[in-house]
Nanobody, 129 residues
Framework: QVQLVESGGGLVQAGGSLRLSCAAS????????MGWFRQTPGKDREFVAA????????YYADSVKGRFTISRDNAKNTVYLQMNSLKPEDTAVYYC??????????????????????WGQGTQVTVSS
């Protein structure tokens, strides 16, 4: 069983920055792909960013490209989401997700919720205008 614990959410003004962290209990973290998704009330959970197990490949939703950066520290079993130039429309609950040793198929479906077998409890990000 893999546990994911997010932290770093909060209230920030538009144009500000936050950094989310996700600590994973996986014993195979350096072989796991990781993703961040977000959800607002009444809407489906949507893809935000993803990173391969080595950190060599990163992917972003068009809505956050150029503003958000995903990274990982395999020595600390932690993945990060640096969020800059935040906008009110970024307000959501942000979820960390893990794909355990997914192999190369993950590169095709990294944006799909069903590629990830484990999820954190979520952390609220609120951006005020």
């Amino acid at each position: 069983q893999v546990q994911l614990v997010e932290s770093g959410g909060g209230l920030v003004q538009a144009g500000g920055s936050l950094r989310l962290s996700c600590a994973a209990s996986s014993r195979t973290f350096s072989s796991d792909a990781m993703g961040w998704f977000r959800q607002t009330p009444g809407k489906d959970r949507e893809f935000v960013a993803a990173i391969s197990w080595s950190g060599g490949s990163t992917y972003y939703a068009d809505s956050v490209k150029g503003r958000f950066t995903i990274s990982r520290d395999n020595a600390k079993n932690t993945v990060y989401l640096q969020m800059n130039s935040l906008k009110p429309e970024d307000t959501a609950v942000y979820y960390c997700a893990a794909a355990i040793r997914p192999g190369n198929r993950w590169f095709i479906g990294y944006f799909r919720r069903d590629e990830y077998g484990y999820w954190g409890q979520g952390t609220q990000v609120t951006v005020s205008s």
